[in-house]
């Protein structure tokens, strides 16, 4: 079945420092990715997607790219904040018919100022 | 406007006693999904609707639970003889349509439920 794999965490970082948190994952079809935020005491949001392959999700300064060859949807920022911090879920959608989400198990991310 | 609500916030019952978890989504949205996060992990799905009916309902662990939602807007999650196993913290979402590509699913805050 559908699977989503993360890198591991716990991941800490300066203020001003570059992020790559990685994800790959394992689907049949083409699905969507995605990557939800879970802010310290707040619900799961919707940060960024994109639907099909090479297509580049942004939003708040972060970015990932739907590669389809490395089956990978590993999310950058260039320059993190302390706002930063947070658990990061990377998720994918089957096109195919199903419409659950398949979550990895989240990384979670503290920026130090 | 409003986001999706989930009722109790918090719930702790004893192993063997029901539940029932309520989950009011966002005005419009016909599509409901449920999903469980265990401390540490990642949600995973338990049952999606499509307005009242129940379109994949894979994901629920056994018979102990089911899922509701009779007028197509607010939806029910019932947990019988509940276990120990079953603290978690129980997630709903809603979305406009069903369709992944087009449409964002919106969380709700959860209900932590706790099984002593």
């Known amino acids: 079945g559908n699977s989503v794999t993360q890198m591991e965490g716990p991941v800490t970082l300066s203020e001003e420092a570059f992020l790559t948190i990685n994800c790959t994952y394992t689907a049949t079809g083409y699905p969507s990715l995605f990557w939800y935020v879970q802010y310290p005491g707040e619900g799961l949001q919707l940060l960024l997607k994109a639907t099909k392959a090479d297509d580049k999700g942004s939003n708040k300064g972060f970015e990932a790219t739907y590669r389809k060859e490395t089956t990978s949807f590993h999310l950058e920022k260039g320059s993190v904040q302390v706002s930063d911090s947070a658990v990061y879920f990377c998720?994918?959608?089957?096109?195919?018919?199903?419409?659950?989400?398949?979550f990895g198990q989240g990384t979670r991310l503290t920026i130090n100022p | 406007g409003a986001g999706v609500s989930q009722t109790p916030s918090n719930k702790v019952t004893e192993k063997g006693k029901y539940v029932e978890l309520r989950c009011d989504p966002i005005s419009g949205h016909t599509a409901l999904y449920w999903y469980r996060q265990s401390l540490g992990q990642g949600p995973e799905f338990l049952i999606y609707f499509q307005g009242t009916g129940a379109a994949d309902d894979s994901g629920l662990p056994n018979d102990r639970f089911f899922a509701v939602r009779p007028e197509g807007s607010v939806s029910t999650l019932k947990i019988q003889r509940t276990e120990r196993g079953d603290s978690a913290v129980y997630l709903c979402?809603?979305?406009?349509?069903?369709?992944?590509?087009?449409?964002?699913?919106?969380f709700g805050p959860g209900t932590r439920l706790t099984v002593l």
């Open positions: 979402a809603s979305s406009l349509t069903s369709v992944p590509s087009t449409d964002t699913q919106y």
């Open positions: 998720a994918l959608s089957d096109q195919q018919g199903a419409q659950k989400l398949v």
